[in-house]
């Protein structure tokens, strides 16, 4: 008989340590979960602004790049074809190294799409200025990038401005 009341003591300990055990370790994954849901929510009041501004950027950059924003701003500070020609490529090339930095907030694909749009652009004006005398006015490469372009049935940015802005909605 005392066997079994110290055996029933002994099962009655085990249960009740374990259901400590259970209880303290329930309790405490929640407070590290509300400590991982408390610095998520933090990071993304930090980040979701850096992300958006990201976007923001890109978005300017797409149309700062689109062939008729860029022949209308150097068209008239060009004296030849082939001087617009290194205009533009110069003035994509720093628009684009002025926001390298952006694709740390933006995802990949949108990245891409982005780099995609810019080689695009930089083919067709090669293109272009291959089909036309390099003494040439500048009038003449600017009316063969824009027959290029008409020709092509999306333009080069409108692809990726279409992918940055879904990826904006996507955040809301």
Request: include cysteine; glycine fraction near 2%.
């Amino acid at each position: 008989m005392e066997y079994y009341s110290l055996l029933v003591v002994l099962i009655l300990g085990v249960v009740m340590v374990y259901g400590m055990y259970l209880t303290i370790t329930t309790v405490a994954d929640k407070v590290f979960e509300k400590q991982r849901w408390d610095i998520r929510s933090t990071n993304t009041g930090i980040t979701l602004p850096l992300r958006l501004q990201a976007y923001e950027r890109m978005c300017l950059f797409l149309e700062r790049m689109a062939p008729n924003s860029l022949l209308l701003r150097l068209v008239p500070s060009a004296m030849s074809a082939l001087e617009l020609q290194q205009l533009l490529l110069q003035e994509i090339r720093e628009e684009y190294n002025h926001n390298v930095a952006q694709q740390m907030y933006i995802s990949s694909n949108a990245w891409e799409q982005i780099t995609n749009a810019m080689n695009e652009t930089v083919a067709v004006i090669n293109q272009s200025a291959s089909e036309v005398p390099a003494e040439a006015p500048p009038s003449d490469l600017a009316k063969k990038i824009f027959s290029h372009v008409i020709e092509k049935e999306v333009q080069p940015s409108a692809h990726a401005l279409k992918v940055l802005k879904e990826e904006i909605r996507g955040l809301f």
